[in-house]
């Protein structure tokens, strides 16, 4: 798969693509149609399928000190595309210049001159350009002079409407991680780097891999049964905190797994956890030996709930 940068030259073996255009954050159910939709259109006609997303989010453009709400991260979708069997992904790095661009300038500029694309599919929802002056209608008839031919996918729908990024986050924040992961197809993961904490895991028994959250959703404040994927591709099985860590002061922010019959050194490596049942909110413990056991309890918890949920 070819990783793009929408400011480089489009490579000649890419134009005339099909394109899925989205944001695609999560990547849930109805993204999976709008760019397998694209996929089966490219393989019919022989064109290759490239996906086009946005980095950052215009809304992290648009409104800077919005609270975090990514459901994954850059790397995180491009490795998701690229199983999803796209032959490139180009990614729009969201600027001044991009958001004020009027619509018409985004089809013929940038869609059919830069990109030389044949075909377009997007969400039957999707809006572009200066002031989301643009919509699918816009880019059907404006794009048909320049050769384009778009399509919309409509929404993917289940038992209680239509599948959104919306519905993923609003069930992750009261920790309903089986309907996130029902939706998404997978369940959510955060991916970050280890760091050095306070160590005190370690004096008790339980060391952690540490994590900041960073531009990631935030989950229900809680504990979780996780798996965590190694730097050596290892999945292994644990329990997690998510939050502040009431019993200990400062509050700090975190993602803390701790790792069932895992040893080894994970500082300066980056790890990704799944969320894949909440157990119990954060709690304040009057001593470290009530929080220890509770932690025990977690954890034989925890090991119940995956043995039932991970193959």
């Not at 290759?48 to 979708?77: E, G, I, N, W």
Request: aromatic share 10%.
């Amino acid at each position: 798969m070819i990783r793009l940068d929408h400011r480089d030259p489009m490579p000649e073996s890419l134009r005339g693509a099909v394109l899925a255009l989205g944001n695609f954050d999560g990547f849930h159910q109805g993204h999976q149609a709008v760019v397998g939709t694209a996929i089966d259109w490219a393989r019919r006609e022989g064109r290759p399928a490239v996906v086009a997303t946005f980095s950052p989010h215009p809304m992290r453009y648009f409104k800077p000190d919005c609270d975090p709400f990514r459901l994954t991260r850059l790397d995180q979708r491009m490795e998701l595309f690229e199983a999803a069997g796209v032959d490139g992904v180009l990614v729009f790095f969201f600027d001044a210049v991009l958001a004020n661009m009027p619509a018409e300038r985004w089809i013929e500029d940038m869609i059919a001159g830069h990109l030389g694309a044949a075909g377009v599919v997007t969400g039957e929802d999707f809006t572009f350009g200066q002031r989301r002056g643009g919509n699918t209608a816009l880019l059907k008839s404006l794009g048909a002079q320049f050769g384009i031919e778009a399509r919309t996918v409509g929404a993917v729908h289940d038992t209680e409407g239509p599948i959104s990024s919306s519905r993923i986050r609003t069930a992750l924040q009261v920790g309903d991680c089986e309907a996130a992961t029902r939706l998404l197809t997978r369940p959510f993961a955060i991916r970050g780097t280890v760091q050095h904490g306070d160590k005190v895991g370690r004096t008790i028994g339980f060391p952690t891999a540490n994590i900041e959250l960073g531009e990631y959703l935030r989950p229900r404040y809680g504990i979780y049964a996780v798996t965590g994927r190694l730097p050596d591709g290892r999945v292994v099985q644990g329990a997690a905190n998510i939050g502040i860590r009431p019993s200990f002061d400062p509050p700090k922010e975190l993602l803390e797994p701790y790792f069932f019959d895992f040893s080894g050194d994970l500082y300066g490596q980056e790890i990704e956890v799944a969320l894949h049942s909440f157990l119990r909110p954060e709690g304040k413990f009057d001593s470290l030996e009530e929080l220890t056991a509770q932690i025990a309890r977690d954890c034989d918890e925890a090991r119940a709930r995956l043995a039932t949920l991970v193959p």
